[in-house]
């Protein structure tokens, strides 16, 4: 095979000590390989770059391994081109597994251009990205948390849930303070209902009869408490990633133009992608890259599978939010597709179609600069026709029994 990298080195990364093979140009036509073992700790590191550059190395390439790649690639990559590799796309020959082995196995696909580099973000992308991530994590930890409290109510026989859909929210709130507080009365606790909720007073006061005890006080206290530091948390965190992405505000702003995309969706796409679109040549290349389109398994003429690759959890996850948003709204495109893939493929799949329209979307407004361009909720009966939509229409009610005569309104 032809030599793409003339010097090159491969890295196989461990929690304690890395694998380090380079290969160079040597005597006459042959190439000369050395391997080498350097620690995990920042002065090897610094060594293990030192000796490098002086052997002239171009290219260096990694598996992406747990999170023990970060301070490997980040001492490296201001001084080499350094290539981030998926696992999937360099497998090495069974039966020959050792970290020596995978860093040779490594340099060699590195040094005849068999993968190509993961993305990576920028420094300025990454911060936002590991704050963006945490504060996810913050917040699926409080309906956890919520639901814990509501076990706990059922245990004292305190049917609130049932009467109440948050129990979170000011009114229920209100009488689980009273109760940890030591109310017991079912008709005082009711009476602290709020707004629309006081037209339930008679069967809170019925939900409100258990057997809370101090025990349950104590729990229902430690929980509420732990909500709210859930709350605080939440609240810094997004005050920080509003102050790191300030640069990006223009980019948030757009994003935020489509439907079902609200200013936290917005951080995290922006966060997950970088707001430089050059890595993706095309919005197909993008949704690729993010799992947001089906899989490609041909053998033998035949399809076997659909499904799409893993992806970026997070950006799908937030993608996910943003399709089930977007499927609610009134008079958009995103509803119509939503509501036209829904009724053959079923729900999920609608949401997921919504989901790579909207991904696309990103990729054309960051590549332009430009604002959500809507289409409009008639968008697809414009585009078929007013006569093909009302020959579809007509013919779902003939199935359905019913003889059906038009006039058209303006007529009327």
Known sequence: MDVVHE????????????????????????????????????????????????????VV?????????????YLLENDIETWLLNARHMKNVPGRKTDVADSEWICKIVEHGLVRPSFVP??????????????TEVIRERPREAQRLEKLLEDAGIKLSAVVSDLLGKSARAMLEA???????????????????R????????????RFNDHHAFLARTMLDRIDAVTATEARLSEEITRQLAPFRRQVELLTTIPGVNAKSAEVILAEIGADMSRSPTAAHLASWAGMCPGNHESAGKHTSG???????????ALGLAATAAARTKGTYLAARYKRIAVRRGKKRALAA??????????????????????GGDYFVQRTGRARQTRRLVSQLNMLGYQVSLQSAEAV
């Open 122 to 135: 920028p420094p300025e992308i990454r911060q936002p990205r590991d704050l963006t991530r945490y504060r």
């Open 307 to 317: 499904k799409p690759r893993p992806g970026d959890p997070w950006l799908k996850g």
């Open 61 to 73: 390439g990694m598996e992406a391994t747990g999170s023990y790649w970060k301070p490997v690639f």
């Open 7 to 58: 010097r090159c080195a491969g890295i196989d990364i461990g929690k304690a000590d890395v694998k380090v093979c380079v290969r160079v140009p040597g005597p006459g036509k042959r190439r000369r390989k050395e391997v080498r073992t350097f620690s995990t700790m920042t002065r090897d590191l610094l060594a293990m770059r030192d000796w490098l550059i002086a052997e002239g190395i171009t």
């Open 179 to 197: 109760l940890i507080a030591g109310e017991r009365d079912p008709k005082v606790l009711a009476e602290m209902a709020k707004a629309s909720m």
């Open 199 to 210: 037209a339930k007073r008679e069967i809170l006061a019925q939900a409100l009869t258990g």
């Open 354 to 375: 919504v989901g790579h329209t909207i991904l696309t979307s990103v990729w054309h407004m960051l590549t332009n600069d430009a604002e959500y361009a809507e289409l």
